[in-house]
Structure formats: structure tokens, C-alpha cells
């Protein structure tokens, strides 16, 4: 990593939620808390506790150097909403085919 870039990855207990139009997309108390230089703390949720169901897989892709290429999916009315990366670089490997929210809500 760069220097004065970092990225940490520790097991969380916190409780999160992501609805959308009213339908719980996810639900879960063990998200893996992602901090990153520069950028809020991130919730990734394991599969089990997503409606992947509900997910649309979409063609869009983006790179970080630091994470490797993100995967996104869809929800009705909300285009790439959901991101994971399914071949995260070593560095965060912990993260690997968890799902990131644009909306997750921490609860208390």
C-alpha cells in the first residue's frame, strides 16, 4: 500500500440494515468493518444474511488498487446499489464475496 494509505478490516458486531422501498435487502450482526484512508467505515455483510434474491447482477466494474475489481448488482429503481469484491487482492482477502451497501443504516 501507498504510504500513509491504509486499509484495516476487523470483525464487527454492529447491527445493519438495508431497506429499500419498504423490503429488507439485508440484515445482519456481524458485518466486517472495512477502514479505509480517506473514506468512511464500510460494512461488508456475509451472503447469508443478503436476499440475494432480490439482486440483479450488473455489468459495471471498478478497480482500486488497494482492493482489486468490485462486482455490482442492482435492486429495483437503484442501479448498482450493492458492490463486493470476488477476488480481493491478499491485503483484505477477509472480504471476499461480502456485500457493500451505498445505504446500509447502523443501528443501535
Known amino acids: 500500500m501507498s504510504q500513509g494509505h491504509r486499509i484495516t478490516i476487523e470483525q464487527g458486531t454492529d447491527?445493519?440494515?438495508?431497506?429499500?422501498?419498504?423490503?429488507?435487502?439485508?440484515?445482519?450482526?456481524?458485518?466486517l468493518l472495512l477502514r479505509e484512508t480517506g473514506y468512511p467505515v464500510r460494512h461488508y455483510l456475509p451472503p447469508?444474511?443478503?436476499?440475494?434474491?432480490?439482486?440483479?447482477?450488473?455489468?459495471?466494474?471498478?478497480?482500486?488498487?488497494?482492493?482489486?475489481?468490485?462486482?455490482?448488482?442492482?435492486?429495483?429503481?437503484?442501479?448498482?446499489?450493492?458492490?463486493a469484491y470476488?477476488?480481493?487482492?491478499?491485503g483484505v482477502a477477509g472480504i471476499k464475496d461480502h456485500f457493500c451497501f451505498f445505504e446500509a443504516e447502523v443501528l443501535e
Open 15 to 31: 447491527h445493519v440494515r438495508v431497506v429499500r422501498d419498504g423490503q429488507v435487502v439485508a440484515e445482519s450482526r456481524r458485518p
Open 48 to 83: 447469508e444474511d443478503v436476499r440475494t434474491d432480490l439482486l440483479t447482477p450488473s455489468a459495471t466494474t471498478t478497480y482500486c488498487p488497494f482492493k482489486g475489481t468490485a462486482s455490482y448488482w442492482s435492486l429495483p429503481g437503484a442501479d448498482d446499489l450493492v458492490w
Open 86 to 90: 470476488p477476488e480481493p487482492k491478499p
